[in-house]
């Protein structure tokens, strides 16, 4: 019996990284790979190294900001741009718009969904509301998914923005009163593996001190002053499936590298 390896990766700009990229899934074989924070438009995602290697792409961006993708050479079925019932963001004096943060396809039998959860940016600014809105309404969506077809393998990746445990960041200390470790975040997250959705890699890597993201200041990555905010969570029928998860933290060194690290699980296929 073979693995499907899916991974997900905040790539911080994928024109800036996409050699780094196609490099790391060459190398780690990976049939699956969702991105965040691609920043570009649909038009300027750099879709021929991929193909060049088999992979088809989807991707959902609209400007400079966020954007998500999927890379799959196993078959990328039943595009979803946005999840029923994601909340939009509405800036001053201008229209509410969907932002490009939500992307859904079928890959090698997988149901899997690409995210980039909002920041939140502060505790008492409206991203922050915005930011627990999004989650309630993912975790309402996708409690719905599963209500409706409990086999159903589904796997929500990405950037989550929220350090679910004091472990999940190197100085908690240092994050008091910010966003990421606040309670209602940390609540939000919970209520999604309260809907069954499991961390699949925290078994297979367990804490303290592993991370997934090192910001790019103050030598935070050579310090090993991270956090871990990019999840894989697996419905229950995708968890019995996983065989292997590793965070690969060795992407996160180099020349350009994204301030965070792929995240890849093993599934075994039935």
């Not at 990284?17 to 990976?30: M, N, Q, S, Y």
């Amino acid at each position: 019996m073979t693995a499907l390896r899916l991974a997900t990766w905040n790539v911080n700009s994928i024109r800036t990284r996409v050699d780094r990229v196609t490099d790391w899934l060459a190398r780690a074989e990976v049939d699956v790979l969702a991105m965040q924070e691609t920043k570009c438009t649909d038009a300027q995602f750099p879709t021929l190294p991929f193909h060049e290697l088999g992979y088809e792409v989807a991707h959902v961006g609209h400007n400079q900001w966020n954007g998500v993708a999927i890379a799959s050479r196993v078959g990328l079925d039943d595009i979803e741009v946005g999840f029923p019932g994601q909340p939009v963001w509405a800036k001053p004096d201008a229209d509410p718009a969907v932002e490009a943060r939500a992307l859904g396809a079928t890959c090698g039998g997988v149901r899997v969904w690409s995210l980039y959860v909002p920041n939140g940016r502060a505790l008492n600014d409206p991203h922050y509301t915005y930011k627990l809105e999004w989650l309630a309404a993912l975790r309402d969506t996708a409690a719905g998914w599963l209500a409706d077809d409990p086999s159903a393998p589904i796997a929500l990746v990405g950037d989550w923005n929220i350090a679910p445990q004091d472990d999940d960041v190197w100085s908690m200390e240092f994050f008091e009163g910010a966003t990421h470790v606040s309670e209602p975040e940390r609540t939000a997250f919970r209520a999604l593996t309260e809907a069954q959705f499991l961390d699949v890699v925290r078994p297979f890597t367990p804490g303290p001190g592993v991370y997934t993201y090192w910001d790019y200041t103050q030598l935070r990555f050579p310090k090993k002053q991270g956090m871990r905010i990019d999840f894989i969570l697996g419905s229950p029928a995708l968890a019995t499936r996983v065989s292997h998860a590793e965070i690969a933290r060795e992407e996160r060194k180099g020349k350009s590298p994204s301030d965070h690290a792929p995240v890849l699980v093993d599934i075994q296929r039935i």
